[in-house]
């Protein structure tokens, strides 16, 4: 009989934990991102917003919005925009446009030249982010690209968090990093309150965030992430727990700042992208960055285990299908 009574009471307490704990605590759900850089057909938008949760696209599949969303009307769409000025045709429209109307001192010079974006080898130069016209320019420029194209919000692209040192070794317009980091913190701000009078998310990319000296002290100010994420919607971290270095060998990154980034967006109900560069796709690889990844998720946690750094249709479809017998 005591056995009896004392089985009653763990299934009514078993019971009561499946009725009233949040079902999201004991299955939470994992949401897919994927950036994708190539021209869609009809056929193709639509089977990734089957697969996905957001995408990251440049303009010239604007036209496939309306199908994406009525494939998917909880899919998230940024556009994507370079945090430099390109010069030049884009076709991909990665740029926003003000190239040929820019003054000299809309950039920042080392020795009076204008400093590239040498990481692509391109046309795309680095903005002064303290020119007041610079401001209100781009500003303006990106709300008014990303609302007429018809996406949810802006992903800006290497949003350059240390330029001594990544792009010059010294800055005509800057004493140094610090004295950037400060005055970027009031560009991006200004950007992010007009995104948020128009209902539009802005999310950067923070690729820089692992190899920045000064992570404790950034601006002067104190530790980098909790700046950077309070004057946007959130980032993206692109070599969550696992890169690839430009020799094509592939690396395990410290976890810690990976998931205190992640930690911290979920406690402060921002945007968090996790793009982990897993290449050769092998399950133990997997099964690695999942297991951390799951241990800090939201609403707004979005995740890109990709088999391959590239943003085309086929790596798309092909990291989905490797990923989905995990999640």
Known sequence: MKDIIIGLIIFILILGLILFYPKEELNKEIKLFFPIYEKLTEEKAIDLAMKY?????????????SIIKKTNPNIILLEYK????????????????GYNQAKNNWFTTNNNEKINDNAAKSNCYLLNIKNKEVINYVKKQYLKEVKEDGFDGLFLDAVSLEPIGNYATALDQFKNNQDWQKELLIYLETIYKDFQK???????????????????????????IP???????????EIYLMG?????????????KALEIQEFASKNNK?????????????????????????????????????????????????YEKIKEFI
């Open 198 to 224: 128009e209902n539009k998310l802005f999310i950067l990319n923070l690729v820089e965030i692992e190899t920045i000296e000064n992570y404790g002290n950034f601006a002067e100010e104190g530790q980098a």
């Open 271 to 319: 945007f968090f992208l996790a793009y982990s560069q897993i290449e050769t796709c092998q399950k133990k690889d997997i099964e690695y960055v999942l297991t951390k990844y799951k241990t800090i998720i939201n609403n707004k946690s979005y995740l890109n285990p990709t088999c391959s750094a590239h943003h085309t249709y086929n790596i798309a479809v092909n990291n």
């Open 244 to 256: 690839k270095w430009q020799d094509n060998l592939i690396f395990y990154r410290n976890p810690k």
């Open 53 to 65: 949760d957001l995408l990251i696209m440049h303009s010239i599949n604007k036209d496939k919005i």
């Open 82 to 97: 370079s945090f430099f000025l390109c010069d030049g045709i884009d076709t991909a429209d990665t740029t926003i446009e």
């Open 227 to 237: 700046q950077l994420f309070f004057i946007s919607d959130g980032g993206l971290d």
